[in-house]
C-alpha cells in the first residue's frame, strides 16, 4: 500500500538543513533552551557548532564515529551540530543500557572517542558508565573543551557563521547522520545508521502530516539517544522553525509539569507511563495550555486518556508509532483527528506490506518501505546491512484501514501458543489494565510442557488474583485462554531509559518467581 505517492523528500543535510531554517525564520529568533534558561538562536547555534566543531576536528579524523554521552540539553544539540558541521558522526551511547550493552555499542560503532560531560556524570552518578568505556575509548568533556576555546576559535566561529556553506564539512544526504542503537526490550540491541536524508524525510513526513505552527514551543524530555527524542525532540522543531525546550530526564516527574506550564509549551513529547505520572503530579494549569500530546514507544492506556481529560481539559493525547529503523516515525494521530485505540494514519511517502502470521486471523506483520528508512544495521565488522529492497520488516502485527490508519495488534514475539491457539500478550495486559487501571502490568510467556506456552502476570498491584481476571474475562466476553494462570507480584515493572517496558528484565522475574 502506497501512501500519498505525491510526497517529495528533501534532499539535503541536518547542517544544510539548519542554516535554510535561519534563512527562513531569521537568524536572531530564539530556538533552543534547556533547564538552565539561557535561549540560544538560530545564530548562536550556527557559531556554536563551528566553535565547539574547530575543538572537535582538532582530536579526530573527518568521517570518525565519535560516542555522544548526554542527556536532553542545548549542549547535546550543540554537539550534534558541531559533529555534523564538521564531518563526524555521532553514535549516540544510551547510558540506560547498563554497561555490557554500552561496551557492545561503543566495540560495534568502532567507537575509540566519548564526548560527555562532568556535570552529568556528577549528577547521574554515572562513574561506572565512565570506567567501562575508558577501557577502549578516550573520553573528552565538554566543559574542559569549552574552557579552551580561545579569542583565535571564537573569531573562527564568528567568520565561519558569516560563511557557513564555505566552511562546513562537505557531505551528502546519503552520508550517515547518526548512529542510533535499538531499545533492547527483547534483546541485545542493534546498531541503526541513518542517513541525513533519512532524518530530513522524516521531519517533513511529520510536517506534511500535521500543520505545525512556528510560535509553537516542543518540550522534551526524552532522551535523545532514543529516535524519537532526537528526531521528533530536536530535530523536527529546529529544522521547522519551532523552539525546542529539552529536559535531561522523563523521571523527574514533580518538576517536569511545572516547566512545561513556566516554558509556554505547546507540544509535550511522552510516554504513555510517563504521562500518566505528570498528569498525577500536575497542579492544576501545569499541562492545560498545551496544544496536544505526542506518546510513542508504548500504548496509551484508556486509563491515560481519560485521567488527561479530567486534569487537563481538551488537550488531546495523540499516539504514535515508530522505529529507530524508520527515523523513527511511521504513523501518528492527528489533533483534529484523534482517534483512539490506534496510532494513527501512515505518514506520506511510507510504503507498507502486511504478511499474514499464521495462527493470527486479524491484520499482519508490517513491513515498511520509503525515504525515512534506515541505511542499515551495522554489522560485528563494521560492515553495512541494508533492508532487503528497502523493506523493514517491524515484527509487529497491525491492521491498516483504508485511510491509512493503523491499529497495534501486538508484536510478532508477543504472541503466545496456548492450548494450539495464538494469544497476544498485549491483549492479556489489557485485561489486567482494565481490572486494576491505577498501576502498571506486564505478561510474559513460559514454557510449559502441557499447554505449549503458558501466560505469566507480572505486575506492581499486589492485591491482584487470578480469580477477578478471570470473571472480567468471562464479563466481557474475552477469550480464558488469555488470561494468565499465575501472577507475579514486584515493586516495580522494569522499564527502559526511553520509557518502554524492559521485556527481558520482565522476563527473567517470571522465571525467577518459584511455581507455587
Excluded at 22 to 28: M, Q
Excluded at 222 to 251: D, E, N, R, W
Excluded at 362 to 380: E, S, T, W
Aim: aromatic share 6%; proline share 7%; hydrophobic share 45%.
Amino acid at each position: 500500500m502506497a501512501q500519498d505517492a505525491g510526497f517529495i523528500a528533501p534532499r539535503t543535510t541536518l547542517f544544510e538543513a539548519l542554516l535554510e531554517a535561519a534563512s527562513r525564520h531569521g537568524g536572531r529568533k530564539p530556538i533552543l533552551e534547556d533547564q538552565e534558561r539561557r535561549p540560544l538562536t538560530y545564530v548562536d547555534l550556527i557559531r556554536g557548532s563551528f566553535a565547539l566543531g574547530r575543538k572537535i576536528a582538532a582530536m579526530t579524523s573527518p568521517g570518525e564515529t565519535v560516542g555522544v554521552l548526554l542527556p536532553s540539553s542545548a549542549g547535546a544539540v550543540v554537539t550534534l551540530f558541531a559533529l555534523a558541521a564538521t564531518g563526524r558522526i555521532p553514535a549516540m551511547l544510551n547510558f540506560t543500557a547498563g554497561l555490557r550493552n554500552l561496551r557492545g555499542a561503543a566495540r560495534l560503532a568502532g567507537v575509540t572517542r566519548v564526548f560527555t560531560s562532568h556535570r552529568f556524570i556528577e549528577q547521574a552518578k554515572l562513574h561506572d558508565v565512565v570506567d567501562a568505556l575508558e577501557e577502549r575509548c578516550k573520553i573528552t568533556y565538554l566543559e574542559d573543551v569549552r574552557n579552551s576555546i580561545g579569542t583565535v576559535d571564537k573569531v573562527y566561529a564568528l567568520v565561519a557563521s558569516l560563511l557557513p556553506r564555505q566552511f562546513a564539512a562537505k557531505a551528502r544526504p546519503d552520508d550517515p547522520a547518526v548512529i542510533l542503537f535499538t531499545s533492547g526490550s527483547f534483546g541485545a540491541p542493534r546498531g541503526v545508521v541513518l542517513t541525513h536524508a533519512n532524518i530530513m524525510a522524516n521531519v517533513a513526513q511529520v510536517a506534511a502530516h500535521i500543520d505545525l505552527d512556528p510560535h509553537w514551543v516542543f518540550f522534551n524530555p526524552l532522551p535523545v539517544f532514543h529516535c524519537f527524542g532526537l528526531t521528533a525532540g530536536a530535530m523536527l522543531p529546529i529544522l521547522t522553525g519551532l523552539k525546542a525546550f529539552q529536559y535531561p530526564s522523563p523521571l523527574h516527574i514533580k518538576q517536569i509539569p511545572e516547566l512545561v506550564r513556566e516554558s509556554k509549551a505547546s507540544v509535550l513529547l511522552t510516554t504513555d507511563t510517563f504521562l500518566n505520572q505528570y498528569a498525577r503530579a500536575a497542579s492544576p494549569g501545569d499541562l492545560s495550555n498545551l496544544k496536544f500530546m505526542v506518546s510513542g514507544a508504548e500504548r496509551v492506556r484508556d486509563e491515560t486518556h481519560d485521567l488527561i481529560a479530567e486534569r487537563c481539559g481538551p488537550v488531546p493525547v495523540l499516539e504514535g508509532y515508530g522505529a529507530t529503523e524508520a527515523s523513527p516515525v511511521i504513523a501518528v494521530n492527528k489533533p483534529q483527528d484523534n482517534r483512539r485505540g490506534t496510532v494513527g494514519g501512515v505518514l506520506p511517502g511510507i510504503e507498507t506490506r502486511l504478511e499474514p502470521v499464521p495462527g493470527i486471523p486479524r491484520g499482519g506483520r508490517l513491513f515498511v518501505r520509503g525515504p525515512n528508512i534506515m541505511a542499515g544495521y551495522l554489522g560485528d565488522r563494521g560492515d553495512l546491512q541494508p533492508p532487503v529492497d528497502g523493506w523493514h520488516d517491524t515484527g509487529d502485527v497491525v491492521e491498516i484501514g483504508p485511510d491509512g490508519w493503523m491499529t497495534i495488534l501486538g508484536r510478532v514475539k508477543r504472541f503466545a501458543k496456548v492450548g494450539g491457539e495464538m494469544i497476544s500478550l498485549t491483549a492479556a495486559e489489557s485485561l489486567a489494565t482494565a481490572v486494576w487501571p491505577h498501576f502498571r502490568h506486564a505478561v510474559v510467556a513460559l514454557q510449559d510442557g502441557r499447554k505449549g506456552e503458558r501466560l505469566v502476570l507480572v505486575t506492581d498491584c499486589h492485591e491482584a488474583e487470578v480469580g477477578k481476571l478471570l470473571a472480567h474475562a468471562q464479563g466481557h466476553g474475552a477469550p480464558e485462554l488469555a488470561v494468565p494462570r499465575r501472577i507475579v507480584h514486584t515493586i516495580d515493572i522494569p522499564v527502559l531509559g526511553s520509557g518502554k517496558t524492559d521485556y527481558v528484565a520482565v522476563q527473567r522475574i517470571a522465571e525467577a518467581e518459584p511455581t507455587r
